[in-house]
């Protein structure tokens, strides 16, 4: 008889549609935001897994305007899973809406 290993197992209980879309984050300054989000830009180019080229050029103006609320519009896409911690250390993780997807023996930052 032959099991399933436990990663198979999970992959047959995850929910296959698409997951709900994530909460906008309003109090965020949108100065520190536009400098993560440019060097998120560079460090994805440096691995060789850039962003579309039409989402970086609005990401890029996005971050140099300080706009959160479109920063985040243009992230959320890629996004595989969000975590919030508050201030009593309390871990919540929620789906993101980005396809998840299983490498085994090698590495890839973006399918």
Do not use: C, W
């Not at 994530?22 to 400098?35: E, K, T």
């Amino acid at each position: 008889m032959r099991f399933l290993s436990p990663l198979a197992v999970l992959a047959l209980l995850t929910p296959l549609h698409a997951a709900d879309p994530l909460p906008v984050v309003a109090d965020v300054d949108g100065q520190p935001l536009g400098q993560n989000a440019a060097r998120l830009l560079q460090a994805l180019d440096l691995l060789g897994s850039p962003l579309p080229r039409d989402t970086t050029e609005k990401l890029q103006a996005a971050a140099d305007a300080r706009d959160a609320k479109k920063i985040q519009g243009l992230l959320d896409p890629h996004v595989l899973v969000m975590v919030g911690i508050n201030p009593e250390s309390r871990v919540k993780v929620m789906r993101g809406p980005a396809e998840a997807t299983l490498q085994q023996n090698g590495y890839t930052v973006a399918a």
